[in-house]
């Protein structure tokens, strides 16, 4: 089992910047591939992005690639989505997510065994 904490949600202007961060327990978080998703009321929620386990590749949705970077420090059990240059479609419920394969990144909800409580991002025009 591992539990997942976000943080670093807020309400920021467009074109702006916040860095949210997932801490997580467990020992078999570094076995984990990670992943952010993301809800706005009334929405599905949507893949953001994900890294493997080791962090040596991600993946992006197509409407935050060259804004989003996700990251990971297995030594702090922390993962991170740095979101720069954000717009107000942005404003959203962020959850981390964790997936036991460890070396795939799924982008459908179904993939992900772990999820956190999410924060709240809101990103004014």
């Known amino acids: 089992q591992v539990q997942l904490v976000e943080s670093g949600g807020g309400l920021v202007q467009a074109g702006g910047s916040l860095r949210l961060s997932c801490a997580a327990s467990g020992r078999t978080f570094t076995n984990y591939a990670m992943g952010w998703f993301r809800q706005a009321p009334g929405k599905e929620r949507e893949f953001v992005a994900g890294i493997i386990s080791g962090g040596g590749r991600t993946r992006y949705a197509d409407s935050v690639k ?60």
């Open 66 to 125: 060259g804004r989003f970077t996700i990251s990971r420090d297995n030594a702090k059990n922390t993962v991170y989505l740095q979101m720069n240059s954000l717009k107000p479609e942005d404003t959203a419920v962020y959850y981390c997510a964790a997936d036991f394969r460890g070396y795939l990144i799924g982008s459908a909800r179904a993939s992900y065994d772990y999820w956190g409580q999410g924060t709240q991002v809101t990103v004014s025009s």
